[in-house]
Each structure stands twice: as structure tokens, then as C-alpha cells.
Nanobody, 129 residues
Framework: QLKLVESGGGLVQPGGSLRLSCVAS????????IAWFRQAPGKEREGVSC????????FYSDSVKGRFTMSRDNAKNTAYLDIDNLQPEDTAIYSC??????????????????????WGQGSQVTVSS
């Protein structure tokens, strides 16, 4: 079964940092475009960062630009999201997702239908003192 397994979430103090990992199982990440989404309590899911092409240039939403950095290690079949200077408004469930061609950027956010692609299980990030 093709799946993504996430790890790295947790409770972080404001101003702190963390790294989310997303490991691909039963398939190779190399030819897939990676995106990261988050859903805060009571809000719609938003796509905060994604690749323009598999392993290519990255896009970040205005709300995370300069603080979030996505990367990949194809040898480890793993995608990463490094988050710096975490703020309480970053509290959300973070999910990675991959697809060959259906991740798009619309009105400053990354998009992928939940019916498409391969999704991770989600990882809770809570920013609180």
C-alpha cells in the first residue's frame, strides 16, 4: 500500500523550531511533487508550501515565507518541513501530500484535492508557552 508516514510534531514554545518528516512507503518520492498543508482548529485546510515540479523550485504562502523551508532526500525517500520562529497561529495539524501533476498554486496557496494524490496521516503541532 502506498503511503506517507509523518513524524516530528509536538508542543513547542513560541519562537521555537521543529522539523516535520514525511517518509514514503512502497513507492519512490523522486518523481512526485511534494506539498505541505495545515489545518488549524475551526479553519479550512491551507496549502502552505509546495514544489513547482518534482525536486524543483519551491513555493511558500505569504503566511509562512521566510520561516518554513521544505526539502527532500530522495535517497531516504523522505520529505521535510523545517519551521522556525513558531507562533501560536501556527498551531495546526500538518500534513504532507504528493502527486505527480495535480498540485497547483491558486490565489497564493497550494492545492490538491483530498481525492487525489497520497496523503500523510497528519501531525499535530501546538505552539504554546
Amino acid at each position: 500500500q502506498l503511503k506517507l508516514v509523518e513524524s516530528g510534531g509536538g508542543l513547542v514554545q513560541p519562537g521555537g523550531s521543529l522539523r516535520l518528516s514525511c517518509v514514503a512507503s512502497e513507492f519512490s518520492l523522486e518523481n512526485y511533487v511534494i506539498a505541505w498543508f495545515r489545518q488549524a482548529p475551526g479553519k479550512e485546510r491551507e496549502g502552505v508550501s509546495c514544489e513547482i515540479s518534482a525536486g524543483g523550485r519551491q513555493f511558500y504562502s505569504d503566511s509562512v515565507k521566510g520561516r518554513f523551508t521544505m526539502s527532500r532526500d530522495n535517497a531516504k525517500n523522505t520529505a521535510y518541513l523545517d519551521i522556525d520562529n513558531l507562533q501560536p497561529e501556527d498551531t495546526a495539524i500538518y500534513s504532507c501530500a504528493v502527486d505527480i501533476w495535480r498540485i497547483t498554486i491558486i490565489q497564493g496557496l497550494c492545492h490538491l484535492s483530498p481525492d487525489h494524490g497520497i496523503w500523510g496521516q497528519g501531525s499535530q503541532v501546538t505552539v504554546s508557552s
